[in-house]
């Protein structure tokens, strides 16, 4: 099922070089104001053409089809959708017979029979993400005491911003790509959100998250690093103003505890490369060469701080709303 | 809610120190030999007792109350308790004026206005995961052509098993306590399943492993390595016999590709030590010194492998009853 | 799946004969005061031993064996047990051979190949609405503003209760049974409770009373009779205290309008009578007669009041905690 | 939540006069044959035009913006959207101030505090349909070996079909309405489907039907009637063949049985009439007369049976589908 959230859901539809794709959204309160240029701020820190970034450029218009009314939402499902215009889809033919090292090309032909659109990832594609960008707006105006924070902070292992540009100029000239970390911050939560089972914050954060194509793995506060501290070192002491050093991440048994929530995200490097890879060919039987051609980010983590922020918000919106 | 799952749906309830806790499992398939024997084995991988575990020893038998009839599953709602027996609620009064650092006390007591079961952590308690392990027995037959197996890798940040011993007594020494990871592996995972957007393997499994009391993060495959790998060294060219490397552990787009399923899950260092720690009182209105009382696990980690294949488990089964 | 609400959650579970049943309710606010006392006016009320009903007697008394601390709940899952002692199990062994008219035997056996508990209906028997009964005080306690009132307004077609006890008296000396019609009122619902798509209040109502054994139909408001009138005699004007004769039963467009929420619900004769009935045996392959045993009510829809009554309850709350 | 359904759930969105309306359908399996045509006998079965319905004429072809390529469902989530074209919005807006009995004007305000989107009954309006008849084409695709019919069987309480052309021409010059019932039948489900508690059937036949505009009540088999009979005479005594006279409309226990599914669905008259009615004016603070304008069907039931229908196959689809 592709819906998520209890009280604001989420729904996504499209495909990569459908007419078009989008998100309804449903719990969304009447009366909050919104119109379709507030969405542009986000739409743009998604959008390609930054070093390192694809060169396909859509306009990336919302277009409201439902649940806003002379410029309010209505209480009612909220449709937002986008356009696709851009596409080439003569690009993705040969992945059938000899699927992509690391995309979905082989999984998708398992699950869907072989029916499944392969133009540009189909369902698949990170374009989907613009829909969630979309929602992130949203939630973000449900959320709105709420700040959330994303940025990269690591690209192909590397810590120091400086050195991104020639890092990445370097594995473009490739034909390779590069993986990185985003690390998220959300700011003016109120303690007691969240579940002591199955809906703990961190649950429905990493739930979220791992919807983003191409994440790894995922951790809060201290993260991996706390399964080497001792609890004397991990504990994080109250003070008068909470938790000391935060090494919860906000959270603690599964509900915020008041403190910013903080957690990482991990991505891999983008599976399409131009680099010559060997990889099997179901129709000849055998391994044989693959160039991918086609346009791609050569570290699509650098567009991912925006839409990791808006699963935050997604998750955030539903739990202030129970 | 405290529900998980769509087909195979696991329900949990019960307090550290109530008179019983247990499950209720919803769509469980007819006709499955079960009976109470079936559960032993797991629960005594969970049981307290080895170096570096709680002195606290419950019997732990389960009781089918529903669901089974003549030693076979009926269809209908399964339900599994167990006794709580030997409790001693003494040992947490002081926990609402002072909340233990690193404890679910703060949170609680916001989310639910002081109105919480205290006793042994209550709801909270790592005691509810023995419903968790009771339902991952039943899981294991629904899916049974899977095997789950998982181990602790790393405590305390150490890797070598040999040297563990002697951390732990350390740490007991001190008052303190470790961290660790523990890795999970399922084989026999027919390619297909998962979806492409919410309920990827990843988002489902971490849903489920974020409800463990203590998880700090979780990486698929190479995890938070990838993010430091060029895509020619992330990939998985795929050779006759599935994924060569299997670095995107087991799925691709949120899809099963055949490989083992493989992650990771870093564990916090048990939050309770007897060491001193200065936290805040908000009865006296400043920090004030806290030995924790009670009886505690050094390693809490080191009982978890049973429940992380638990939760494996339960996703696998909810994932084939689609 | 055997859960029903989704801020106010009911599962149910048990069957007739097995050692216990009951409910988990997730969604529960912290704080309400609840006893084990408070349970007993609701369930004496679906208790046997009136003219007519069945005469097994359970003591019915409930055991809160989680979300409850020192007289308030908790906020974590409540769940709510009965001991299942007064059984003759013997009573239905014919059953599976050849299934009773009017009985869920043969679709037992259909949907559950076989393996479905048959002694006293198992999962389907009416012995599991004390779990509902339960569940309605608990949600009655939730809806403090509502009042909730049902009762039995026609037996067999008889809307004079002074004639139902020769009614009943007739069709026990035949072995027979006879139907009714329960109508049930609820005052003090605020206006704009309900969704207009799926969840109206009529869809969400329905939707629990048809899960109480026996019901054949339901209507709100002028019912079926509206069917039959203009336009100008069913619309509801309005005047400054509301709707006039209040012919939608207190929902317009699926939305509460404060005006009391009115329905009725019909319900079958009991099945099980012990009058000879001809039916298919189907180990000799042929029709042959059928006298049920067993302890039945000749008209269990003089029980069911207290039951709907808590189904409408359960909706409200369900629908108060959006 | 605007949703329906567990695994071939509908979700819908749209306005009466807003720019396209719609739904999105999640669990449809991967290669089906679909394309637009398939959806115009059944969208012209609901079109108004027929004596007794509006003149507002729509076009009312289906867009499929995503989940089908090259004309089969690929299993991602499918989109169909139609133009709202011939829109009058000017006709509604006095019934801010003075809601139209019958009607959920006063009910929507109360509910979204007045930002709901009053043109034509905004989300409200039986337009929205038009999108529960294209989810009932695609369920019908799920469920091909059923066959679903649904027909008027009485107007204005009148059973003679031959008597309605003047029944509704004395209406329609009085300015007035008529209400009247839909029988609908489901010929070639297996036994077994549904389940015991809370997912009966009945519970989700009636769930989805009471989210059809104007309905007031609904009856399973013999329906209000089996309420007035003895169990002798209810109930189906098995033969061969099934049940014998199918007095429980095809379940029992909330089970399919095998013989037919027969329900009848009671509509209420339209409750916008032009005859003038008193009813409060809620600025001025007095009762006042009001004669609606706009265009409506002086019988809208006429135009409702492939709407249950489409209500009947979206609820077998998901039974299939489980």
């Given at each position: 099922m592709n819906s998520f959230g209890t009280h604001f859901r989420v729904s996504i539809f499209g495909e990569s070089h459908g007419p078009q794709l989008g998100v309804v959204l449903d719990g969304?309160?009447?009366?909050l104001p919104l119109c379709?240029?507030?969405?542009?701020e986000d739409i743009a820190r998604r959008?390609?053409?930054?070093?390192?970034?694809?060169?396909r450029k859509e306009s990336d218009l919302p277009h409201l089809?439902?649940?806003?009314y002379e410029g309010h939402t209505t209480g009612a499902p909220l449709t937002i959708v986008f356009d696709n215009a851009n596409?080439?889809?003569?690009?993705?033919?040969?992945?059938?017979a000899q699927p992509r090292p690391g995309h979905a090309d082989y999984t998708a032909n398992a699950k869907f029979d072989g029916f499944q659109?392969?133009?540009?990832?189909?369902?698949?594609?990170?374009?989907?993400?613009i829909g969630i960008v979309a929602a992130g707006v949203v939630a973000k105006k449900i959320a709105a005491a709420a700040r959330f924070s994303a940025r990269v902070i690591s690209i192909g292992g590397c810590t120091?911003?400086?050195?991104w540009p020639e890092l990445l100029a370097a594995v473009q000239q490739e034909g390779d790509s590069l993986g990185g970390i985003v690390e998220c911050r959300v700011e003016g939560l109120r303690p007691g959100?969240?579940?002591?089972?199955?809906?703990?914050v961190e649950a429905l954060v990493s739930h979220a998250v791992f919807s983003i194509p191409g994440v790894r793995g995922i951790e809060f506060?201290?993260?991996?690093a706390a399964s080497a501290m001792k609890g004397s070192e991990h504990n994080d002491t109250f003070t008068a103003e909470g938790p000391a050093k935060n090494g919860a991440g906000g959270v603690n048994g599964g509900i915020t505890n008041g403190a910013p929530l903080v957690f990482r995200v991990a991505f891999k490097p983008?599976?399409?490369?131009?680099k010559e890879q060997l990889t099997y060919n179901f129709t000849s039987g055998r391994q044989e060469s693959l160039c991918a051609k086609g346009r791609h980010d050569a570290c699509f983590c650098l567009r991912c701080p925006v839409i990791v922020e808006a699963m935050a918000a997604i998750v955030t919106a539903d739990l202030l709303l129970r």
């Open positions: 969304v309160p009447a009366g379709e240029e507030d969405f542009l959008a390609p053409g930054a070093p390192g970034t694809t060169p089809l439902s649940g806003v596409t080439r889809s003569g690009d993705y033919s040969q992945f059938a659109d392969p133009r540009g990832g189909g369902h698949f594609s990170g374009r989907l993400t120091e911003p400086e050195r959100l969240g579940e002591p089972f199955w809906d703990s506060g201290d993260g991996f983008t599976s399409t490369i131009r």
